[in-house]
DNA sequence: ACTGGCACTCGGCCCCGTTGAGTGCCAGAT
DNA sequence: ATCTGGCACTCAACGGGGCCGAGTGCCAGT
């Protein structure tokens, strides 16, 4: 028994269940793709997928469903990345041309690949602790009071106020910035802590209370900011999956409330830029079973930004939602580095 | 025909029905609201209502149910808004007390919301229109470039990039700093504009090149971020209305999308403070049939800073809901006053 | 190693009778 | 006048029975 053909039929199991939602038989497959063989045969061959556990029957009398098994194959060995179409991708284009800042261009992102792919999108902010920093800047506010702002190498801004113990003059401050900005500046945000513990020790003992207010409020803002945001978009595209997902969909949106959630969805460690796809149970939620997420990191050549990426039923159009996702990742890196 | 009784058999119809989520026929109705008749007195009752277009019979040989006019007749004349529980307020309280900046105060706002009423929460940043400026600082990130940070009195902070055509120096930049200060903190920002036009005219010809490229773009700064944001939550809440209710989820879920729509359904122009409830087809959207809206003002005492509310069925509990609402909405304007 | 044939299983569908909640109406009671 | 009890009627929901057909597994034959 030839293996390349039970992959060939694998391959058509998964590409019509997809295509009709239905679990596929023997018969309607030798009709639709001519592999040269009857149905009988086929059947031979299912029987040998279901043993090795890559599809199912989900009744005795019914066609074969793929397992998340099955799609793993199939995605690992039988699905090519399927390019877009010019006009596609000219649509990309020309819509994320349009942003004006970092906030609008993630909203669009989100909003563009939950169009293309009809799934739901998730796109994460471009990663704080990858990003650099472009400028410091103190203002004072109150005597007892400055407003620390700090400014992205990828555009975001951060502010902070800042209380101090004893009030502070614009001499005194106008100090602490320069040496806060050369210090800092270039720098990769979780690098600055290191670069500013010491600027304390620079100045006149009398001064070093507001000094430390300073450095110490920009030190935690570094930290705490470097928190990830998330932009979310498409769930109307939840409801499109007929009667048998919607008992899946509650949890499936409650999850996408959590921040926390989706950051993990997105891939954690996992840095790469490298385009994922995580099948049902591989997913790091027991509540997210029946569901895939397909990611890929964003940015330039040099460095990822950060990852973004689609959620949706198992069985979706691998190839055509791998292809736009990927598309879409580097039509957001390019547009990004530019400004 | 009494027609006190006529609006008790009503309210009664109301809450069964929101209670059970099903049509509530006449024996029912006279044995668990004790209103001293019998069933054939209120199905007379009930014949009236009906004629008056307050309930209808999905079948004919089924229960009846509340129409939006019903609802909109309980709701005016019928319902009384219930305050909340101890517990409750404290839990909210406490809740609200945790947030650190104006975007976590509008996120857990939103959290708070979906979780006490169990519906979908929407959240309105605090209006920029109706703030006031509380400082505006330059800063010369180089030669031709500055950045411009406006301060709300709201916790709001917005950045601009400003692209001089010439040079400027420091000097001048503190000068147009203190002139802008003067004219515009505690300004509305729809005042500012008028305040710092003629500013230009006080600096010597040389000068107002750079001084029109900051003025104007904080200008067109201020008309453009007057744009209201919009937070969303409790999104998974559509999921508990039954199987009647998800053909509506589509569109609900859609519509949720569009942060224009959502503006609308905060009440658009009605500035008030007001508790408002807008009912089924009351609403501005055609997709938003079966789903009211219950929507107020938030702010101070003196000025209302923007609305906030939920969206559910028309078949909610009003009264729980409205004082829900009602309740968070102090919470948020005291928590936003204090800071 | 593949194919055609065959018996078998079982979910989906349609038809149909039963059930029961709920209604409208009317004649009688208060 | 107003309410009540009784009564006939309607109709959605439920459940059982029978049919159909897609799909399977197995086996004997090429």
New binding site residues.
């Given amino acids: ?2 293996d390349e ?1 039970r992959l060939a039929v694998l391959r058509a199991i998964v590409e019509d269940y997809v295509a009709t939602q ?8 030798a009709e639709r793709h001519h592999l ?12 040998a997928l ?1 043993e090795e556990g890559f599809i199912a ?8 469903i793929p397992t998340d098994q099955g799609y793993r194959l199939f995605v690992d060995r039988l699905a090519a990345v399927r390019p877009l179409s010019m006009a596609e991708k000219r649509a990309i284009s020309t819509f994320l041309e349009g942003a004006v800042d970092l906030d609008d261009i993630v909203g669009r992102t989100v909003r563009l690949l939950a169009q293309v792919t009809r799934q739901v999108a998730v796109v994460q902010y471009p990663s704080l602790t990858r990003s650099t920093v472009r400028h410091v800047e103190l203002l004072l506010l109150a005597p007892t009071r400055a407003m620390l702002v700090v400014i992205t190498n990828t555009g975001r801004v951060e502010q902070r106020i800042v209380e101090c113990p004893v009030p502070i003059d614009e001499d005194l401050l106008a100090d602490l910035r320069s040496k806060i900005n050369t210090a800092a500046v270039g720098q990769k945000l979780a690098e600055v802590a290191d670069s500013v513990v010491e600027l304390p020790d620079t100045f006149e003992v009398a001064q070093r209370p507001a000094v430390l207010a300073v450095v110490s409020t920009l030190v935690e803002s570094l930290v705490e900011e470097t928190e990830e945001r998330v932009a979310l978009g498409g769930t109307a595209n939840l409801t499109r999956f007929g009667q048998d997902f919607p008992l899946t969909v509650q949890p499936v949106l409650e999850a996408l409330e959590e921040q926390v959630v989706l950051m993990r969805l997105l891939g954690e460690a996992s840095m790469t830029d490298a385009l994922t796809v995580r099948i049902g149970h591989e997913n790091p939620l027991e509540s997210l079973i029946g569901t895939s997420v397909v990611t890929v990191g964003y940015g330039t050549a040099e460095e990822t930004f950060a990852r973004l990426g689609i959620l949706g039923p198992t069985r979706m159009d691998y190839p055509g939602t791998m292809g736009a996702v990927r598309a879409v990742a580097r039509y957001v890196g390019r547009i990004l580095a530019e400004s």
């Fill in positions: 028994m030839s053909r239905e679990p596929v038989g023997s018969k309607a497959l040269g063989v009857s149905p009988a045969t086929i059947r031979n061959d299912m029987a279901e029957q989900p009744h005795t009398s019914a066609g074969r």
